[in-house]
């Protein structure tokens, strides 16, 4: 114990020289845990080419011992293979290398900094697509060895760590569950759902323990091709959930196996032809609901535009306009790939091919009162391309539009509108459209073709009444409208596309309502086939989900007879789903459908414009 005086003498000396002596002593462990946290930074020591098998071999200073270490992605024109080790450091300086083996051309190693990502950045650009998409990459120790470059049958030494050669088997042979515990043990994802709903697996873990869905590994096997993802530190809560899950006639799944690969690992295997298409997302933030679906929109490498450059997220601004909206930009190191999805009050800027780091951003609430958050998430797993979200407020009646900013390639600008200004209202200035245009509007079914069913209504009946509106509204903007029916009567599909074709008009619209065995989905879809119909399709879908209120459920890639066989723009409108009780009732009312129609027309015209424009430049 100190005695009184003692501790009134040092309290003095303290008030003399203490002030200095205890900043050195904050400063000097504030400095050693920063220290600290540099030491336990991965720094990335160089890339070099493995001469016994010809892998690319990504030295690092430390094992990376998760997949969530590293991330990949493929890019076209040129054809590259793109790995990013997020918040790593560069050891060596950056070097581009030319490699004449295994169809490599060029391996550049850099360090891409900004505000918004860090990471150290390895990309192999390669001769084809073919060897592209046979690339994979998985961590060996303290190396991220990505291989797949030579296709020799036999495998060759490697100076790699030896790895044994016994593979263990893809998913047990006997029952995958039968030497797993009854109850999942603490500190492990309890999976205690996995069903094929919709386009999309779900597997959904245990709500009321704190762990949540972790990705392991993801790889490619071929003969025949299968996807494979293991879930770290999972274990499937009932024997019932393991096996083949049903799925029905698809192209591009032939089968869905679940099993306990071991006592940590779940795993599961996609029989697909085109693995590479599948993406993993988990719609919570909290990570308890995994979902993997294929890119329905086909957004794969043959659809990106020439020398299509990786970049990342540098910078995020938020500005108040005179008219009561929003200007948000987002500038990235190189011009951006995008969509934009809305659904209800979330506005979506998928980017397809910018990185940035997850998190939230900050911005003014005061200020913008109308936006509720702003975040930034990945893409989809193990991929560094990310997503931009905006949340706005409940009662926020705002329209968004994207759009490429005319005075920096490489910005994004998203207008925030107030709907009143753009929303159409009877008697209300109308765009005209900016030429004599003419447009064939199809009401789909008709006759003894009633389309979908429910309570009473046919969807032959509702698709006639928003084709007649269609018709007024497209009018009432000068454009000239041919209708493939105006009655009930029925036209074979062939009959559809020869009115069309004979006509020959600058666009065709035809209108549809959806259903599903599932009562829950509900929203608005338009679709195109053709790529000169993609235009149309954006234009016209972006004023619909803006102005109708239903949720976005995207703009999609399909077959459709009357769009596919149609040789000018054309897309098919679906502009809800009679299958939901609530949306049924909205797309029965006059309200509902004079605004389908207007924001139909009114993409219409915008479509027009922008041709205008185009043809003018």
Known sequence: MIPLHSAVSLSRSLSRRGLSACLLIVLAWGFASLAGAWAEAIRVLGASIDPANGALVIQCSQPLTSYNQF???????????????????????????????????????????????????VVVTVDSNEILTRLQAQTDGKALVVSGFDTAPEPVASTLPARSSQQPPLLPASSPLADAPAAVPAGQTAITDVFYRDG?????????????????????????????????????SSRDLAGAIHLPPNALLKSIRVGQFDAQTVRLVMETPAPDRFQLAFPGSDQRTMTLSANLDD???????????????????????????????????????????RRG???????????????????????????????????????????????????????????PDAADSRA????????????????????KAPFAARVVVDAGHGGKDQ?????????????????????????????????TRDSDTFLELRQITEISNRISPDVFVSVHHNASVNPSIYGLET???????????????????????????GVRKAMFYVIHHTQIPAILCEVGYVSNPQELRDVASDARQEAEANAI?????????????ADAR
């Open 527 to 553: 679709y195109y086939y053709t790529p000169q119909s993609r235009l149309l399709a954006d234009k016209v879908h972006q004023k619909l989900v803006n102005q109708v209120g239903a949720p976005d459920r």
């Open 71 to 121: 991330t990949t992605l493929k890019l076209a024109s040129p054809y590259r293979f793109v790995v990013d080790l997020p918040d790593a450091r560069l050891s060596a300086p950056a070097s581009t290398q030319t490699v004449r083996r295994g169809g490599i051309q060029t391996v550049q190693t850099s360090q891409n900094r900004s505000p918004f990502y860090s990471a150290v950045r």
């Open 200 to 236: 999309q697996l779900y597997l959904i873990s245990d709500p009321t323990r704190p762990e949540h869905i972790v990705v392991k590994n993801r790889f490619k096997l071929s003969d025949p091709q299968r996807l494979v993802i293991d879930l770290n530190q999972a274990a499937l």
């Open 412 to 431: 994004l600008t998203l207008l925030l509108a107030p709907a009143s200004q753009v929303a159409y209202k009877p008697g209300g200035p109308l765009v």
């Open 345 to 403: 009050d979330r506005v979506q800027l998928e980017l397809l091919n910018i990185a940035a780091r997850p998190g939230e951003v900050g911005f003014d609430r005061a200020r913008f009162p109308q936006i509720e958050r702003m975040r930034v998430e990945p893409l989809s797993v193990g991929q560094p391309n990310s997503k931009f979200i905006l949340t706005l407020d409940k009662d926020a009646k705002w329209e968004a539009v994207v759009q």
């Open 451 to 483: 389309g979908a069913a429910r309570e009473g209504f046919l969807e032959k009946d509702l698709n006639l009444r928003v084709a007649l509106k269609l018709r007024r509204a497209l009018e009432a903007r000068g454009v000239k409208v041919s209708m």
């Open 299 to 341: 957004r794969d490498m043959r659809q990106l535009p020439k020398e299509t450059a990786m970049g990342a997220l540098e910078r995020i601004t938020l500005d108040a306009d005179a008219q009561g909206g929003a200007r948000l930009r987002l500038i990235a190191s190189a011009p951006a790939m995008y969509r934009m999805l």
């Open 601 to 613: 027309a009114d993409g219409v015209v915008a479509y027009l414009q922008s041709r205008l424009a």
